[in-house]
Nanobody, 124 residues
Framework: QVQLVESGGGLVQAGGSLRLSCAAS????????MGWFRQVPGKERYFIAG????????HYADSVEGRFTLSRDNAKNTAYLQMNSLKPEDTAVYYC?????????????????WGQGTQVTVSS
């Protein structure tokens, strides 16, 4: 079973950058698509970025398009979410997740393994 561990969260000023990492144990992580979600208290987990198994296709939510970049290194079983031009509304707990298939999906119900989350706080 795949276990995912996020890191790289923290406190940053608006306009700043952070890079989140998602390290996976288990070989199956490199064989499927993966995604990042974020969640604020009282709201559902929200898709923000996904990448195919091969890493050649990515998809982003409109709210982060052009500011966030998702990449993966299958040899290292790790994915990276580069977040630039951060805004206070980006404040949330960020989760990485393993998709059941090779592609990208925006519904959290199609992901079968999740990390514990990492807090990102953007101050104004």
């Amino acid at each position: 079973q795949v276990q995912l561990v996020e890191s790289g969260g923290g406190l940053v000023q608006a306009g700043g950058s952070l890079r989140l990492s998602c390290a996976a144990s288990g070989r199956s992580f490199s064989q499927t698509g993966m995604g990042w979600f974020r969640q604020v208290p009282g709201k559902e987990r929200y898709f923000i970025a996904g990448i195919t198994q091969s890493g050649d296709v990515t998809h982003y939510a409109d709210s982060v398009e052009g500011r966030f970049t998702l990449s993966r290194d299958n040899a290292k079983n790790t994915a990276y979410l580069q977040m630039n031009s951060l805004k206070p509304e980006d404040t949330a707990v960020y989760y990485c997740a393993k998709h059941r298939g090779l592609g990208i999906a925006t519904s959290h119900t199609t992901y079968d393994a999740w990390g514990q989350g990492t807090q990102v706080t953007v101050s104004s």
